[in-house]
């Protein structure tokens, strides 16, 4: 039987390919939008508790050992100290907003409403980055706001400084959807924050000088990709650093490729995530 000419004239439905095109939009800007209402909504425990804690932690080393320390770098100490406290509060925040999101819903058991529309791998991946992203440059601009106020701090390099918070916040906000797809319980969770986030981002040059440590804490800390996150920041912020920028940019860069990938692949798989 031949063809009709109506027949000859229709396309040939593409296999895999949805109806709202191959990037769901619609969908991920509005899991994306999902996240950062979830954050807004608690505004004073995700938002101003941080800028309190970076606060506090300021004023104590201000206070206890600025005046006596001298300059680090050639800048007073507590303003080689203020980007790292920055940084610091930027990743723990992108950390804390996609895991516990992620475990929050696998515990109430309503992570099939977030797996269930028809979103990708990476739409998912990237819908829960942006509500990180989004939670750290909340708490960054705020912190930013106080280091230029209140300690009359210029940013030496802006551009610098803007991406290493953004690439800060994808890098944790990538390590904070491994964790929370890993843990099915808030003990596992914390487990994780306190033996694996919180002395990465300590031990990271945060409150010294890497070039100051002994060997082989210094060739550790090299090791550690939060060390060039902060590293970063402090260029952009002060324009000095222990290392290249470049050098930090792609390490972290590299990095946190590789962490997307793995995310992308246990949402694609279903690891730990489907009954």
């Known amino acids: 039987m031949q063809p009709s000419g109506q027949d000859l004239g229709r396309q040939p439905i593409e296999m895999g390919v949805r109806r709202f095109g191959r990037i769901n939009w619609l969908g991920m800007k509005t899991l994306a ?40 770098m050639g800048v007073p100490f507590i303003q080689f100290l203020a980007p790292g ?38 739409e998912l991946v990237a819908g829960y980055v942006a509500g990180g992203i989004a939670r750290g440059l909340f708490v960054a601009l705020a912190i930013g706001l106080v280091m230029v106020l209140a300690l009359g701090m210029g940013i030496a390099h802006p551009l610098w400084a803007l991406g290493f918070v953004l690439l800060g916040a994808a890098m944790l906000s990538a390590i904070g959807i491994i964790a929370g797809v890993f843990a099915n319980k808030f003990d596992q969770m914390a487990a994780i924050t306190n033996f694996i986030v919180t002395p990465l981002s300590f031990l990271s040059g945060t409150f010294y000088s890497v070039e100051t440590l002994p060997e082989p804490m210094r060739t550790i800390t090299h090791w550690n990709p939060i060390f060039y996150l902060i590293d970063g920041l402090r260029y952009g912020v002060i324009g000095r ?19 997307l990938a793995l995310c992308w692949y246990w949402f694609r798989t279903g690891y730990r995530l489907k009954p």
């Open 33 to 72: 939008m999902r996240e950062i209402l979830r954050f807004l909504t608690v505004w004073s425990q995700t938002l101003a508790a941080p800028l309190m804690t970076a606060g506090l932690f300021l004023a104590v080393f201000a206070l206890a050992i600025g005046p006596s320390r001298g300059e680090v």
């Open 241 to 259: 650093s222990d290392s290249a920028p470049e050098i930090g940019l792609a390490v972290c860069g590299a990095f946190t490729t590789a962490l």
């Open 85 to 122: 406290i920055l940084m610091m509060t930027v990743i723990q925040n992108a950390f804390a907003n996609t895991s516990s999101s992620i475990v929050i819903s696998k515990v109430q058991g309503n992570i099939v409403d977030t797996l269930m529309p028809p979103l990708s791998a990476g």
